[in-house]
């Protein structure tokens, strides 16, 4: 699991800068991306994450929170990754129209993706 997240983060960073896993630090600047997996199954020798991508932002005009967003859920689609200790393949779910917040001027983009991973070292 380690070696997803590290390889996520890698692709994620190469699309924003502020990158992070779970949450992003108090008094972080915006826009920033987070990542998470909340869940997954097992399908025979295939682990299949449910992955979380919030790209956030707190300026009124939302331009570059949704050319972040864009570009993230392009790239990801049917990305592909192997080397010694893994193989995966990302395919996209879901993406969720704007959100409501408990803090109007903070604005998020939700987008829900498949990974589906082997573990090589099995």
Do not use: C
């Not at 299949?48 to 990801?76: C, H, P, R």
Request: a negative charge; proline letters at 4%; glycine letters at 2%.
């Amino acid at each position: 699991m380690i070696n997803l997240r590290k390889q996520i983060y890698s692709v994620l960073k190469s699309y924003h800068g502020d990158v992070f896993f779970q949450q992003a630090p108090t008094g972080e600047d915006f826009p920033y991306v987070i990542y998470d997996f909340p869940n997954s199954f097992m399908n025979e020798d295939q682990e299949v994450f449910t992955m979380d991508v919030d790209v956030w932002d707190n300026q009124d005009d939302t331009s570059e929170l949704e050319t972040i967003a864009s570009n993230i859920w392009i790239a990801l689609n049917k990305y592909r990754h192997i080397d010694t200790n893994m193989q995966f393949s990302v395919y996209r779910d879901n993406r969720l129209p704007p959100l409501d917040e408990d803090e109007k001027n903070i604005k998020r983009r939700k987008l829900v993706f498949s990974v589906r991973y082997f573990d090589r070292t099995q």
